[in-house]
């Protein structure tokens, strides 16, 4: 498999022999309003694609974790992504909206899995802020909480597991226990509600989730490019290296792509 990191939480995971773009977020650099937050005001995103999207959306289907967070599937992706291409979300409802926005070939996710030529995609559990605030800040923004992660397994291939937006939480566990991935790509920003609520996973949660997986590699994604996350690439590096944890992750900057085998 091949992980290449575009911006943020958008990726292209080659898996199978299949290109698989995730959540795509094609915003110009400073076009989107800020998310609140009591450290910065600076709007999104904070840095430009390191690719032309022409480039970007040439891949045999799309995965959205969560279509209604600007930062994984924004109006600039409804538009540039062909109709055509085969999209899975992480439920029937969203898998309604997005065929609304024309898109012909939608499937959501399953916990027992759906097939996508030789790949079979699974879809899992995450918690994007946890407890009754969160879901009372997700209310007071108008956007719906739930969001999803997705594995990936196919013969010859590392079982990969994308988290997703999530902390750490039983969820995670248990999907680390199922699948047992070699390879698992954490969405490592620490991006916070205005109160400092954590809606990702920061360095204590990254930490959980090594220690859970003490097997397998990790890539740290979601990163340096949202107002409101508090994690940046040099502070994760730092911690890995207290930690003594840096040789299992890699922290891909923005156009790098790596290979896992």
Wanted: net charge negative.
């Amino acid at each position: 498999m091949e992980f290449q990191q575009i911006r943020g939480a958008t990726s292209i995971v080659t898996f199978g022999g299949l290109r698989f773009l995730i959540d795509p977020f094609f915003a110009p650099k400073g076009s989107t309003p800020a998310i609140p937050s009591p450290y910065n005001d600076f709007p999104n995103p904070l840095v430009e694609l390191p690719l032309p999207v022409e480039e970007i959306v040439r891949a045999d289907a799309v995965i959205v974790t969560h279509m209604h967070h600007f930062d994984h599937f924004d109006e600039h992706a409804a538009r540039a992504l062909p109709k055509s291409l085969p999209v899975f979300v992480q439920s029937e409802k969203e898998a309604a909206d997005m065929a609304a926005l024309g898109f012909e070939k939608v499937t959501p996710l399953s916990d027992d899995g759906v097939d996508f030529g030789p790949v079979r995609l699974y879809r899992t559990e995450a918690l994007h802020g946890a407890g009754e605030h969160s879901r009372r800040m997700y209310e007071a923004f108008g956007l719906p909480g739930e969001a999803s992660g997705c594995v990936f397994r196919s013969e010859g291939e590392p079982v990969f597991y994308l988290a997703g937006d999530t902390v750490w939480f039983e969820g995670v566990a248990e999907a680390l226990d199922r699948f047992r991935p070699a390879v698992v790509a954490l969405n490592a920003a620490w991006a916070q509600f205005p109160d400092g609520t954590p809606i990702l996973m920061g360095p204590d949660d990254i930490e959980a989730t090594a220690k859970h997986a003490p097997e397998a590699r990790f890539i740290a994604t979601h990163m340096d490019a949202v107002n409101h996350a508090r994690l940046d690439r040099a502070g994760l590096r730092a911690f890995l290296k207290e930690r003594g944890l840096e040789e299992r992750f890699s922290i891909p900057g923005d156009g790098e792509c790596m290979a896992f085998s």
